[in-house]
C-alpha cells in the first residue's frame, strides 16, 4: 500500500528522498550535477518557506513519489511548485494527481491562489502533459526547452 505523508525530519528518510530525487534529475532526466540544489540538503526549508513538502512512501517505507509548494518571495499569494517527482513504474497511476491535490488543498487553505512552476519541456515531456491536463497555462517559453506556466487556483 502506498501512502502520502508530509515530510517529517524525525522520519529519518532524507538519505532516501536525496537518493530518490537524484536518480530522477542525473539519470532519468539527465540533469547537470554542478547545479546548485539547496533544498536536497534540507526538506525542511519548505515548511520554513511557508510550504509543504509531502511523501509517497511504499509497504518497504521507500520514497516513491514526492511534491513540494512553497511561496513566492515576491508575492504571498502565489506558490512555487517544486520537486514533483513520481517513480517511474508508478506513473499513469493516479498517483502523481493525489500528490498534487495535496497541493491544491493546502494553497486553499493558505490562500494562495497561483500556483507557478518551471519546468524543462524537452526532457520533462511527461510532466508537461501532466501539468497542461490539470489547468497550467504556459506563460513563458525559452529557446532552451524551459517553461514557465501557472495554475489559477478557484
Known amino acids: 500500500m502506498i501512502k502520502i505523508i508530509e515530510y517529517?525530519?524525525?522520519?529519518?528518510?532524507?538519505?532516501?528522498?536525496?537518493?530518490?530525487?537524484?536518480?530522477?534529475?542525473?539519470?532519468?532526466?539527465?540533469?547537470?550535477?554542478?547545479?546548485?540544489?539547496?533544498?536536497?540538503?534540507?526538506?525542511?526549508?519548505?515548511?520554513?518557506?511557508?510550504?509543504?513538502?509531502?511523501?509517497?512512501?511504499?509497504?518497504?517505507?521507500?520514497?516513491?513519489?514526492?511534491?513540494?509548494?512553497k511561496r513566492d518571495d515576491s508575492n504571498n499569494s502565489f506558490g512555487i511548485l517544486k520537486r514533483f517527482y513520481v517513480d517511474k513504474q508508478l506513473r499513469n497511476k493516479g498517483l502523481g494527481s493525489k500528490l498534487f491535490n495535496k497541493v491544491i488543498d493546502f494553497c486553499k487553505i493558505n490562500k494562495i491562489d497561483i500556483i507557478k512552476l518551471n519546468n524543462d519541456s524537452i526532457k520533462m515531456s511527461s510532466g508537461n502533459s501532466f501539468y497542461i491536463k490539470k489547468g497550467f497555462k504556459e506563460i513563458i517559453k525559452r529557446k532552451d526547452g524551459y517553461v514557465s506556466m501557472e495554475l489559477k487556483i478557484n
Open 8 to 69: 517529517n525530519a524525525n522520519l529519518k528518510l532524507d538519505k532516501k528522498i536525496k537518493k530518490f530525487i537524484t536518480e530522477i534529475l542525473f539519470i532519468e532526466f539527465k540533469q547537470p550535477k554542478k547545479f546548485d540544489r539547496p533544498d536536497l540538503q534540507d526538506f525542511s526549508i519548505y515548511k520554513k518557506l511557508n510550504g509543504m513538502f509531502w511523501l509517497l512512501i511504499d509497504e518497504n517505507n521507500d520514497v516513491v513519489g514526492t511534491i513540494a509548494i
